[in-house]
């Protein structure tokens, strides 16, 4: 069974960093990307960005650049959303999906809820 | 690729026949147009990808239609499990984007 866990809700103070992981189970994790989306509260999916587990090759979307960071540990099967320095603005759940090379994400993580406040 | 769904919201009953819209400002190749479902507090999940190509497991009464610009999905006869948000994908041009949703609500 194809599974991806993410990490728990996270209540954190803007300013501080972060990192949350998604980790892969049931199929071969550098076969397939892995994407980040974000979907703040009451609103729609926004695509973040993605990377190539077997190179960490990663592609970001130009909204997002800059102010994440996208990682993986092949090793480990997981991958990471990470920030710097979170803003209010950050709050959101975040959701990790697998790509096959297509594209389309065919599998979810059931998401991490971020919360930052001011 | 700004994707835009049309109508925001749908009000219908159970039995009836759900179509959303979605129209792309740019050419999308149809294999690269994907449609998802989305419960409230759950991730959402794929429905169809390839512009007409049911994911694994989805029921029949949901189906994909389109090319170029303007793209369906039809769901034949709504059953009560089928009211949710609805979006639409693209990821054949960089950067990937989603249209804003089409909430399917009971009417």
């Known amino acids: 069974e194809v599974l991806l866990v993410q990490s728990g809700a996270e209540v954190i103070k803007s300013g501080e960093s972060l990192r949350i992981s998604c980790k892969g189970s049931g199929y071969s994790f550098t076969s397939y990307w892995i994407s980040w989306v974000r979907q703040m509260p009451g609103k729609g999916l926004e695509w973040m960005g993605k990377?190539?587990?077997?190179?960490?090759?990663?592609s970001y979307s130009p909204s997002f650049q800059g102010h994440v960071t996208i990682s993986a540990d092949k090793s480990i099967s997981t991958a990471y959303l990470q920030w710097s320095s979170l803003k209010a603005s950050d709050t959101a759940m975040y959701y990790c999906?697998?790509?096959?090379?297509?594209?389309?994400?065919?599998?979810w993580g059931r998401g991490t809820l971020v919360s930052v406040s001011s | 690729i700004v994707l835009t769904q049309s109508p925001g919201t749908l009000s219908l009953s159970p039995g009836e026949r759900a179509t959303l819209s979605c129209r792309a400002s740019q050419f999308i190749t149809s294999r690269y147009l994907a449609w998802y479902q989305q419960k409230p507090g759950q991730a959402p999940r794929l429905l169809i990808y390839g512009a007409s190509n049911r994911a694994t497991g989805i029921a029949d009464r949901f189906s994909g239609s389109g090319s170029g610009t303007d793209f369906t999905l039809t769901i034949s006869r709504l059953e009560p499990e089928d009211f949710a948000v609805y979006y639409c994908h693209q990821y054949g041009s960089s950067p990937i984007t989603f249209g804003q949703g089409t909430r399917l609500e009971i009417k």
């Open positions: 999906a697998r790509l096959p090379k297509d594209g389309r994400a065919d599998f």
């Open positions: 990377i190539e587990p077997s190179d960490s090759y990663t």
